[in-house]
């Protein structure tokens, strides 16, 4: 039905018209499948720059012995979603330290 206005959320209970393509509305659509790493999900700026940092930044800048495995984001996006893309914001490190990083808070 191309004319369609929109279908019901397909949330139990919910009465939201929506036309987004998963059926549910805005306030019920699945979060999306969170990635567990930094990798994805940020969209493709991001994509880019965490490249960019990680051939800049080949080693661990914690350990300095194991590769760079994720680009960190010292304060967290949670905090400051807008420093998504601020090179001061970044830390290159491997998974172990990585890990910490997370763990530590
Ligand atoms: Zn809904
Ligand atoms: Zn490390
Ligand atoms: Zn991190």
Redesign the pocket.
């Known amino acids: 039905m191309p004319l369609s206005p929109g279908n019901a959320?397909k949330?139990i209970r919910?009465i939201?018209i929506?036309k987004n393509k998963n059926g549910?509305?805005d306030?019920?659509k699945p979060v999306a499948t969170r990635p567990s790493t930094h990798a994805r999900g940020y969209g493709k700026r991001w994509q880019k720059l965490r490249k960019w940092y990680v051939s800049k930044y080949p080693m661990c800048e914690k350990c300095n012995e194991k590769p760079t495995e994720e680009v960190h984001h010292i304060i967290s996006l949670r905090e400051r979603p807008d420093l998504l893309l601020a090179i001061d914001n970044l830390t290159a490190l491997c998974l172990t330290c990585h890990n910490k990083e997370h763990r530590g808070h």
């Open positions: 959320c949330h919910c939201n929506t549910y509305c306030e019920h």
